[in-house]
């Protein structure tokens, strides 16, 4: 038997009446044949059970009807109507315990997932003594949220006593440089542009010592910790 040959079709009134006309044509040693065997259940009458029929007994059945003298009996004639039967595959059960160590691991991984999303984030009232990577304008060995504000405001104090300083050394750098240079000349003009001149230079020289300054303090803050750990 080949591989078409055990195709399944849907049993129809058609093939039925069909299986029917075959069972009273055929002898009784041959209803007992294994090769009529599905003709012979679906053809009993009352039977409903059977609901399919493979394409090897359809081509039996039309054997036997022509040689009984059926005219209409060919394969595609009693197949007509019908539809191949596809049975839906039954879902494999599955084991319990693969099923729980597998949720097992899912929720290991969601919790490790979880802890790398927060891991720089502090929990609302966090008493504990661990302490956060170094972050730059953040003191290490204290917590980021407890510091943030107070830390803030200070950087924020730093930098306006900075630039009022920046200003009062510029306005005081050109006025004595203003006031000196009569001794030079007398003319109105090249003084005030002394005077500027030696107040932009104080002005860009307080600004790259301020920037200097910040920049070490960042580097000597994020250095803090490795040293720490060693």
């Not at 259940?41 to 493979?54: F, V």
């Not at 319990?96 to 097992?104: I, M």
């Not at 730059?136 to 104090?157: C, F, H």
Request: contains cysteine; hydrophobic residues 40%.
């Amino acid at each position: 038997m080949s591989a078409a040959d055990s195709l399944q079709f849907r049993v129809t009134p058609h093939i039925r009446d069909a299986c029917k006309q075959c069972l009273a044509a055929l002898s009784k040693s041959r209803q007992k044949s294994p090769d009529l065997a599905q003709i012979v259940a679906i053809g009993t009458t009352g039977s409903t059970e059977r609901t399919t029929i493979s394409l090897a007994s359809v081509k039996g059945l039309s054997q036997e009807l022509l040689k009984a003298g059926e005219s209409n009996a060919w394969v595609h004639q009693l197949l007509r109507g019908s539809k191949i039967h596809i049975e839906q595959p039954q879902p494999t059960p599955r084991n319990p315990e693969l099923v729980a160590r597998l949720d097992k691991i899912k929720r290991q991984l969601e919790e490790h997932e979880y802890q790398r999303m927060t891991v720089n984030v502090m929990p609302h009232g966090f008493k504990g003594t661990e302490l956060l990577p170094a972050v730059p304008g953040v003191r290490t060995g204290q917590a980021s949220g407890v510091i943030s504000m107070k830390q803030e405001l200070r950087d924020a104090n730093k930098t306006i006593s900075v630039i009022i300083n920046i200003i009062f050394s510029a306005l005081g750098v050109g006025f004595a440089v203003g006031y000196a240079s009569y001794t030079l000349t007398s003319e109105l003009g090249w003084r005030v542009l002394m005077a500027l001149g030696a107040a932009l230079i104080t002005i860009l020289a307080e600004t790259w010592l301020f920037v200097f300054s910040a920049s070490r303090g960042q580097k000597q803050r994020l250095q803090l910790k490795p040293r720490a750990t060693s």
